[in-house]
């Protein structure tokens, strides 16, 4: 993989109510290229849609995005159509990894190239060869996710949300289906991606992880970073 255009990630003022009670009450964050930025926070203290809003997968009814040249506003979801930008330069990883389970890996890697961004099928699966040679599961690229390990699925996913060479990188509980020896390998993955020049939002509950390989900790309580 090689160095990607840097862009900055930058949320500020971020509020998102459900069923009436205010989730987050103004997050603001920044997470620079080349750095990678744990979100820790108990169960329930809005990490997971802290990273919904930035990905236009969750609306919010107050603040601001901005990845790179994109700006995401208060309001409704844009159309898909209008979200090209973004989904260029944000990928996201989700804690599941939510593979499709009748896909094999190649296929994960480049369905969304193909569908969302009009790829040829040459150009999308020299893509996704490349980018799971890379990460260590090129072996594995015609098996199904039932067939991988929790740390395979997991740079399967990885792959995947790289596949559009994203500048910005969200994941979402990274180690929760690792067992120990793989969280350090993932460690090592994301500071190779952080030394490309993309910016990285893990939220994890994995104070050790955050120690070892986050620059930088942010902790999210009462809907509003404290730390």
């Known amino acids: 993989m090689e160095p990607v255009v840097s ?21 603001d964050l920044d997470v ?18 802290v990273l919904r809003a930035i ?11 901005k990845a790179g040249g994109f700006e995401l506003r208060s309001g409704g979801l844009p159309p898909e159509s209008k979200l090209t930008g973004l989904r260029r330069r944000v990928g ?6 939510s593979l499709f389970e009748h896909l094999s890996a ?13 790829w040829t099928r040459t150009r999308a699966e020299s893509t996704a060869t490349a980018l799971l040679e890379s ?8 098996a199904y996710p039932r067939q991988l390990s929790g740390g395979e699925a997991q740079r399967v996913a990885i792959a995947r949300a790289l596949a559009p060479d994203p500048t910005i990188l969200l994941m979402d509980e990274p180690t929760s289906a690792l067992d120990p020896s793989r969280r350090g390998a993932l460690g090592e993955t994301l500071r190779a991606l952080a030394g490309q020049g993309r910016a990285l ?12 390989w986050a620059d930088r900790t942010l902790v999210l309580a009462a809907g509003r970073v404290v730390v």
């Open 106 to 118: 190649l296929d994960n890697v480049t369905l969304g190239p193909i569908h969302a961004l009009g």
């Open 32 to 49: 620079a290229p080349g750095e990678i930025c744990a979100l820790m926070g108990e169960s329930g203290a809005g990490k997971s849609t």
């Open 7 to 27: 862009e900055m990630l930058c949320v500020r003022g971020l509020e998102v109510t459900r069923g009436g009670a205010l989730v987050l009450r103004g997050v």
């Open 135 to 142: 990460l260590g599961v090129a072996h594995r690229a015609a």
């Open 92 to 97: 996201m990883v989700f804690q599941a990894h």
């Open 201 to 212: 939002l893990v939220a994890t509950h994995d104070l050790e992880f955050a120690r070892s």
């Open 55 to 65: 990905a236009a997968l969750q609306p919010f009814d107050a603040g601001t995005v």
